[in-house]
Structure formats: structure tokens, C-alpha cells
């Protein structure tokens, strides 16, 4: 089993970039597919992005498509969610999730294993 920290999250200008941190203990890492899910003021979570095992499976919601990147780190046993040309609408609370099953996707319910959130606010 592993347990996720997330952090990285702070109020930036729109148009503005962050770098997301999800630091992941215990053991196990490259047996998991991650995902980075956000949850805005008042919305459900949704699945931003995840990232399989040997960097497969990648996935993007459409609205960070070509800003966001994924990625993950085996030697630092951390994955990471760059974000770039951030918008008011980035604007909400991070969470990073392990599927061990290896499935991933965007449904926040494959995930069992949650860090703590961490904030985004972009301003206009």
C-alpha cells in the first residue's frame, strides 16, 4: 500500500505556471497508475489526468489538454503535474490518486489510495 502527499499549489496570475508535486511512500511505485483529479468551489471532482505504469495510459480532460503535463519519477517516487498557461477556471483543490489495479482513467472511484489536496487559485 502507499500513502500520496501533494503539494505545490499556490495563488498565481492567469497565464501563470505551477508545478505540482505528488510525493508517494511504501512500496510499490512502478506498480501503479497515478492520477491528478481537481475539485473546483461547489463542483464534484474530475479527473484531470493519469498516468499508467512505464509511462502508459496517459491521459488529459480536454480542457488541459496542451497545457498540463504528467509525469512520474521511479528514482524520486513522485509524480508530477506541470501546468502551464493557467486559466481562473484551473482554479481549485489538486488531489493525486494510486490505482494499483493499473486501469486509471478519470473516474475518481478506481482510485483507493488519496493524498491530501493541495489549492490552486489563478486569478484574472
Known amino acids: 500500500e502507499v500513502q500520496l502527499q501533494a503539494y505545490g499549489g499556490g495563488l498565481v496570475q492567469a497565464g501563470g505556471s505551477l508545478l505540482l508535486s505528488c510525493a508517494v511512500s511504501?512500496?510499490?511505485?512502478?506498480?501503479?497508475?497515478f492520477g491528478w483529479f481537481r475539485q473546483p468551489p461547489g463542483k464534484e471532482r474530475e479527473g484531470v489526468s493519469c498516468?499508467?505504469?512505464?509511462?502508459?495510459?496517459?491521459y488529459y480532460v480536454d480542457s488541459v489538454n496542451g497545457r498540463f503535463t504528467i509525469s512520474r519519477d521511479l528514482a524520486k517516487n513522485t509524480v508530477f503535474l506541470e501546468m502551464n498557461a493557467l486559466e481562473a477556471e484551473d482554479t481549485a483543490v489538486y488531489y493525486c490518486?494510486?490505482?494499483?489495479?493499473?486501469?486509471?482513467?478519470?473516474?475518481?472511484?478506481?482510485?483507493?489510495?488519496w493524498g491530501q489536496g493541495t489549492q490552486v487559485t489563478v486569478s484574472s
Open positions: 498516468i499508467g505504469t512505464n509511462n502508459r495510459l496517459v
Open positions: 511504501g512500496s510499490g511505485f512502478d506498480d501503479y497508475t
Open positions: 490518486g494510486a490505482d494499483p489495479t493499473g486501469y486509471g482513467g478519470r473516474w475518481s472511484g478506481q482510485y483507493p489510495h
